[in-house]
């Protein structure tokens, strides 16, 4: 073997170590992160579409929480209903 293969094969190492340990830290530093708590924007809104049908119920401001009602139903469920959100 020539010097050149030697190199580049001690190259190739060192690439493939600095891969790998970089990968076992990411790996570490998200085993030691808290857990989140994560839930699905069409749970969180049909809860809050809830709170809002009993507030209408009550005749407390009406008009508004029909309006937020059905814009949640027509436009925020379908577009946004299966990302995930985070808890803090």
């Known amino acids: 073997m020539d010097c ?3 190199a580049g094969l001690a ?3 060192l690439h493939w170590s600095r ?3 970089a990968l076992a830290m990411a790996f570490i530093a998200r085993k030691e992160r808290p ?3 994560t839930k ?3 749970v969180i809104a049909r809860e809050c579409i809830k ?3 009993l507030a209408f119920e009550r005749r407390i401001r009406r008009e508004t929480n029909r309006d937020y009602i ?3 139903n027509l436009y925020l469920n379908p577009y946004f209903g299966k ?3 985070v808890e803090k």
């Open 40 to 42: 699905r924007f069409d």
């Open 19 to 21: 891969a790998l340990n």
């Open 11 to 13: 190259n190739k190492h």
């Open 35 to 37: 857990e989140q708590k």
């Open 70 to 72: 059905r814009a949640m």
């Open 51 to 53: 709170t809002l049908y």
């Open 4 to 6: 050149s293969v030697i």
């Open 83 to 85: 990302f995930m959100l």
